[in-house]
């Protein structure tokens, strides 16, 4: 049997490799990490992940971390889930990692700008932070709304975890105050993530997670923006 276990904190990206697990159907443990603690920081933790960041995915006893890579090694060991597309040649191949590359190297930094803008710039600076993020996301989500004019999902007609990544992207900016109505499409493709059955389980365990480190005084809540 595979002992999987993944290091994760609710709401993070740690949500995009814990979508995946889900999709493949495996048992594993979610072990939550605790940012308020300084847990991510503590020697315990960084011997399993130096960088100090979530997810960390320890599988078979070997800790893996980065969402690109954890992606796609899970798709090359467990295929059956079909977590990325089939590819005809290494090109292809290249092309899918380009895109979750997109995700984590291109989005995501803009996504911390626009939920934690205090943690680029002194207070009276952070809403310009969080105004230039905002402006550079709209490029990028008008990039996944045409794309999505096309086609279902960012593969055509087949889910995959880029859709999950796209889903935490989207979700993580909505609950910031970006204009996330202004993308029709991409808001629907959100409505569609959400109900697929493994998300769903995904959220239960993030929401289980959420509710022990609420009751313990420990969930991390982001400074308010201050006003415009
Ligand atoms: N490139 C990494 C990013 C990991 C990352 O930034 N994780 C955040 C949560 S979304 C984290 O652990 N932050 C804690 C910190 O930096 O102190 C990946 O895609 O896995």
Known sequence: MTDITLYAAPGSCSRVTCIALEEIGLPFEYRPI????????????????????????????????????IL??????????????PVANEMEHMRQIA???FCAATLHPIVTR????????APDAARSVFDAGCEAMREYFQLVEDRLARDLWWYGDTWSAMD??????????????????DYPRFSDHALRVEQRPAVQRAL????????????????FKPPPLPDA
């Open 34 to 69: 605790v940012f308020m603690n300084g847990e991510h920081k503590a020697p315990d933790y960084k011997r399993l992940n130096p960088k100090g960041k979530v997810p960390c995915l320890v599988i078979d006893g070997e800790p893996l971390t980065e969402n690109v890579a």
């Open 72 to 85: 796609g090694y899970l798709n090359s060991r467990f295929p059956d889930a079909v977590l990325l597309p």
């Open 99 to 101: 895109d979750l590359c």
């Open 114 to 121: 626009i939920r934690i803008p205090q943690f680029f710039a």
């Open 164 to 181: 999950g990544y796209l889903n935490w992207i989207f979700w993580r900016v909505e609950g910031a105050s970006f204009p996330t109505a």
């Open 204 to 219: 239960v365990r993030e929401q289980a997670a959420q509710a022990e480190l609420e009751s313990k005084g420990w969930a």
